[in-house]
């Protein structure tokens, strides 16, 4: 054996892309896809019937999200704690909620319990009662979280930045006290049945399970619901997002929240897998360029974060921050310098390799899971990306050349329209 | 089950590998017995400060984290009031890069008072973004000192003020490591697609060498048995009442811990738990609810929380609360069951990660109880009525409830 000598590295062995991600795929009797990913080391599986039908075509702000949460406040077969109890039974958890585009209906449970599960998940999802009381108790709760979210820095900042990012766009649409006292139930069944109760939509099945008989399951629960007519999604218009900086007084705080940043490509464009690369070398791990000069170089901040976010119709670049009332205004120049740093010379060799290899590595890492892998399929199929694509983005950011980040950084990095928002003391 | 072997170095490292071959990357955790337990009175906060000055380089390596980015590792650390936990996951082919940066960190750091500075100014705005700028942040900060008087369990693991991290020395960080950091104060867990023979290869190698250090004492004093209620109130700028209330239970090692444990899941986790029907959904005095563990190695602490509703008062919540409590009498094997089953399908949702497993080892193995780890569901699942009620009676009682009101600037206490 050779000689300890602590101040040499071990080899590194180079990064290899992980297999393509493994699924079935099947159509049940009634037209609705399923995905299966049968795999995995515990006896634990997790359903996820996605919806077409989100925030984008909500009446007003709050809505998609409320009617995804009385789904288990009541059916017609089951009160909300008859619901709650038989979900224990199963050792489940239930996760509800809305996306820009989507309603995600989840049960995560005992593999042996998938059949009554997806029984019950059926009941959540054509037999919804929306019962007055509880809808009346959900919106105390919620008006009640919102009068809490309103002290915090971090509320105002993101608020402001993407209402001002896409003005009068559903990707800018934000809940209010007001639009939230104003609603009814019928409000919420009327949603449901207008965007919910179509089943337009796809399931997902991952974990540790057998597929022939979870196929008969699903067959029987979900494949002999007969769809209804799904109506046509809405457009809307992007208009020219905010720039400049606003800041929202929050009393007694002390720090102030930063988020800034600027429109980007949408998840459909060639470049996208390279942008995310790009915005992690900016602020996507403990190494990047923000983090590196504002918390441990400057000692501003115990954390900043950056990265592109890429939806159906849009995209934005993100930065965010909460930095001592006194840093705001250093911490802002700091962080513009940053931006435009990566637009005038190319990422240093040293640096692009551990940026390239801590992106890789976390790609690799993110592929152990059933449920990882269930995540990263209905990542393409919310955005009609073809699933044949699947994992090619690790040979892309693998191959990219500081050269041709340096030119997206200076197409997609915008330094003079950067809208900021900031909040605080 | 986590299958795993445990192995002891002769400088008393302790090492345990779990080998999960259908896994391609390799979680490595090294787990020290240190916490905010160990720290003076007048310098709380030190645990979890020093655990950020270990990122900032060692005797040979000066950028302890651009080796894991190379390596495609993701990596990160947390403090608690009992030990402190290093952990990094990697592609397994790359697991020496951790034993070379790990066991390097261990033998010493590069300290420097620049170095300090920083990693101070950065926890001040930790300590700032997680405790004060957010509505009820410093809740707990209140509720330790209310719930133990003279066990450093009575500070929170960021500090007890930020005045006591300000004045942290060199000469103490330096005196804190060679006191706490050791080969005979840490396990090293090893976990993924790995071969247990080639991992103590690789412990011999890089952990080996480094000698055994003398660790500090930590004979803690013992908290006095309560006899009567004690209770804070707190009038902040909030838009609601929030009531803390919280009683001691036994130590984690004790057998009589898993009682109040479970007991403490019955009534606080999940729509069908016996505070969100009554406060939530019945009653409507409260719109959130919860009961949680602190996970204390000592004779630890648990806590009921509420929300209360607009135009609750305390009053009625607290009566409502104790007929709850009361209540339990009509307690079912039905409701234990279901609430086994939700913790068999938490602890597999859990373990489907082998970073968590390797976690799971780490955190079991610093509390002294690795063996347990294999059969901690039939623990619970062994419990009847008659254990939980017991519990109430025993840990529950009125006169052992701390309770934090935590009030509206208008609302009478």
């Not at chain 1, 402001?160 to 800018?172: A, I, K, N, T, V």
């Not at chain 2, 806590?303 to 009625?316: D, I, R």
Request: proline share 7%.
């Amino acid at each position: 054996m050779m000689p300890l000598d602590r101040s040499q590295a071990p080899p590194l062995a180079s990064l290899q892309a992980p297999p393509v991600p493994a699924y079935q795929r099947h159509v049940l009797a009634n037209g609705l896809p399923v995905y299966l990913v049968p795999f995995g080391s515990q006896p634990v599986a997790e359903v996820q019937l996605v919806l077409e039908g989100g925030q984008w075509v909500q009446p007003v702000g709050g809505v998609a999200n409320l009617t995804a949460r009385m789904l288990q406040e009541g059916t017609h077969g089951y009160s909300a704690v008859e619901l709650a109890q038989a979900f224990d039974r199963l050792g489940a958890t239930v996760n509800l909620r809305a996306s820009n585009h989507h309603t995600t209906l989840g049960v995560g449970l005992l593999s042996r319990h998938l059949p009554e599960g997806l029984a019950l998940l059926q009941e959540l999802v054509v037999r919804p009662s929306f019962p007055a009381e509880r809808f009346t108790q959900l919106k105390t709760q919620t008006l009640q979280q919102l009068r809490i979210q309103q002290q915090r820095t971090q509320y105002h900042a993101q608020r402001g930045f993407f209402q001002g990012l896409f003005p009068s766009h559903p990707y800018g649409q934000v809940e209010s006290a007001e639009a939230i006292e104003a609603l009814g139930p019928d409000d919420l069944r009327q949603y449901w049945e207008r965007h919910l109760r179509p089943l337009s939509g796809y399931v997902v099945v991952a974990g540790a399970f057998d597929p022939e008989p979870t196929l008969r399951a699903l067959e029987a629960q979900l494949g002999v619901l007969q769809p209804t007519p799904a109506p046509d999604l809405p457009t809307a218009t992007l208009a020219p997002a905010n720039q400049g900086h606003t800041h929202v007084a929050v009393p007694e705080a002390v720090q102030t929240t930063l988020h800034l940043g600027h429109p980007a490509p949408p998840r459909s464009h060639p470049d996208y897998h390279r942008l995310r690369f790009l915005g992690v070398v900016l602020g996507g791990y403990f190494g990047s360029r923000l983090m590196a000069t504002l918390r441990e170089e400057l000692g501003y901040t115990y954390g900043i974060g950056a990265g592109f976010t890429a939806l159906r119709h849009a995209g934005y670049l993100a930065i965010r921050t909460d930095v001592a009332n006194a840093y705001a205004e250093p911490a802002l120049a700091a962080i513009r310098t940053e931006v435009e740093r990566l637009r005038q010379a190319p990422i240093p060799p040293e640096e692009l390799e551990r940026a390239r290899n801590a992106y890789l590595g976390r790609v690799i890492a993110g592929r152990e899971t059933p449920f990882q892998i269930a995540d990263l399929l209905i990542s393409y199929l919310q955005h009609d990306l073809p699933l044949s694509t699947l994992g090619q983005g690790f040979a892309q950011v693998q191959a990219v050349t500081a050269k041709e980040l340096l030119a997206l950084a200076q197409q997609h990095l915008m330094p003079e329209a950067l809208w900021v928002v900031s909040a605080g003391g | 089950m986590i299958p795993y072997s445990l192995h002891t170095l002769s400088n008393g490292l302790r090492v345990v590998v779990h080998e999960a071959p259908e896994v391609a990357k390799a979680a490595v955790n090294l787990v020290y017995r240190v916490g905010s337990r160990h720290e003076d009175p007048a310098r709380t906060g030190l645990a979890h400060l020093f655990e950020h000055l270990m990122f900032e380089g060692s005797v040979h390596v000066p950028h302890y984290d651009h080796h894991l980015q190379r390596a495609g590792a993701e990596n990160n650390a947390f403090t608690t009031a009992d030990l402190t936990c290093y952990y990094i996951t990697l592609p397994a082919d790359q697991l020496e890069t951790a034993f070379w940066l790990e066991s390097d960190r261990m033998l010493g750091l590069a300290f420097s008072e620049a170095k300090l500075a920083l990693q101070q100014s950065v926890v001040i705005e930790e300590f700032k973004q997680r405790y004060l700028n957010q509505p009820y942040g410093d809740a707990y900060l209140h509720l330790r000192p209310l719930a133990y008087q003279l066990h450093p369990y009575r500070w929170m693991t960021i500090g007890e003020k930020i005045e006591h991290i300000e004045a942290v020395t060199l000469a103490e960080v330096e005196a804190f490591f060679y006191s706490h950091y050791a080969p005979n104060n840490c396990t090293l867990v090893v976990a993924g697609g790995v071969k247990t023979d080639a991992v103590l290869r690789l412990a011999e190698r890089w952990f080996g060498p480094i000698p055994r250090r003398a660790l500090a004492s930590n004979v803690l004093p013992t908290e006095p048995e309560a006899t009567a209620p004690r209770s804070l109130t707190l009038h902040r700028n909030v838009p609601a009442a929030h009531v803390y209330t919280a009683y001691g239970i036994p130590a984690r090692a004790d057998a009589a811990y898993y009682a109040p444990d479970f007991l403490i899941d019955l009534l606080g986790h999940g729509k069908a738990s016996r505070l969100y029907r009554r406060l939530v959904l019945d009653t409507e005095l409260c719109t959130r609810v919860g009961a949680f563990n602190w996970g204390l190695h000592d004779p630890g602490l648990v806590t009921l929380f509420a929300e209360l509703a607009p135009g609750t008062s305390v009053a009625q919540y607290e009566a409502e609360l104790a007929a709850v409590l009361a209540g339990l009498d009509t307690l079912q094997p039905d409701e234990l069951a279901r609430a086994a089953t939700k913790l068999e399908a938490a602890e597999a949702f859990e373990r489907t990660e082998v970073a968590n497993r390797a976690l799971a080892l780490a955190l079991f193995d610093a509390q002294g109880q690795l063996e347990e780890l294999g059969s901690l569901l039939e623990r619970y699942r062994a419990l009847t009525v008659d254990d939980v009620l017991a519990a109430r009676d025993r840990y529950l009682a009125p006169h052992r409830a701390r309770t934090l009101y935590y009030l509206p600037s208008a609302q009478a206490a």
